[in-house]
């Protein structure tokens, strides 16, 4: 158990329809990544947070949006969903912004029917 | 910018026999290389990292892995393999001016016993 928790574990939608995943850090964790994993593009970063502030972006499209709260929880917002997006959606975290350790949550398991 | 190449979508081997995943990467300024295992159902867990310093570098359950700047290779190796290791295995490669993970493939240790 790395110490991230990701809710929820499932989620079925259909096109067009919005969802929104939630990542809790390891406890003392102030940076947060999200990934996406999917069979035909693979692993992607999409986005990395430092203690409330977007730190990084990679890969992520612009229907995609995130944030981290005060209390350091993650929020991953998916609109306008297409059948492409389902996925597999990872968050990691680690102690800071260039820490070199991610520990990654079990995943929330997008389908978009 | 940095890539991955896994150069094997899947590895079979006999149980107790030693095995090597190949990784090669390519990058125009240095790098950290890290491998991570995901089990069956599971998230993704860090094997082993290399940011500098010896160039063989020992990680979790026994495996190892060696850095090659002048091959630009970085191949995961398990002396013995065991039933319990079968997995998918990513190599991951970041800028050592930041963390953002780019990541291969993934290569899939199929255990025969």
């Known amino acids: 158990d790395s110490g991230v928790t990701q809710t929820p574990k499932h989620l079925i939608t259909a096109t067009g329809q919005r969802v929104t995943l939630r990542c809790s850090p390891r406890?003392?964790?102030?940076?947060v990544y999200w990934y996406q994993q999917s069979l035909d593009q693979g692993l992607q970063f999409l986005i990395q947070y430092y203690n409330g502030e977007e730190r990084a972006k990679g890969n992520i499209l612009e229907r995609f949006s995130a944030q981290q709260f005060p209390d350091l929880h993650s929020e991953l917002n998916l609109s306008s969903l297409e059948l492409g997006d389902s996925a597999l959606y990872f968050c990691a975290s680690s102690v800071s912004w260039d820490a070199d350790t991610q520990y990654f949550g079990p995943g929330t398991r997008l389908t978009v029917l | 910018a940095q890539s991955v190449t896994q150069l094997d979508s899947q590895v079979p081997v006999f149980e107790e026999a030693p095995v090597e995943l190949r990784c090669n990467y390519s990058s125009s300024v240095s790098v950290y290389l890290f491998w991570y295992v995901q089990y069956p159902n599971q998230g993704l867990q860090l094997l082993l990292k290399y940011l500098s310093g010896s160039t063989l570098v020992k990680g979790i359950n026994g495996f190892e892995a060696e850095f090659n700047k002048s091959q630009t290779s970085f191949h995961l190796r398990k002396p013995s393999v065991h039933i319990s290791d079968t997995a998918e295995y990513f190599c991951?490669?970041?800028?050592?001016?930041?963390?953002?993970?780019?990541w291969g493939a993934g290569t899939k240790l199929i255990i025969k016993p």
């Open positions: 991951a490669v970041s800028a050592v001016s930041n963390y953002q993970l780019i």
């Open positions: 406890s003392g964790d102030l940076s």
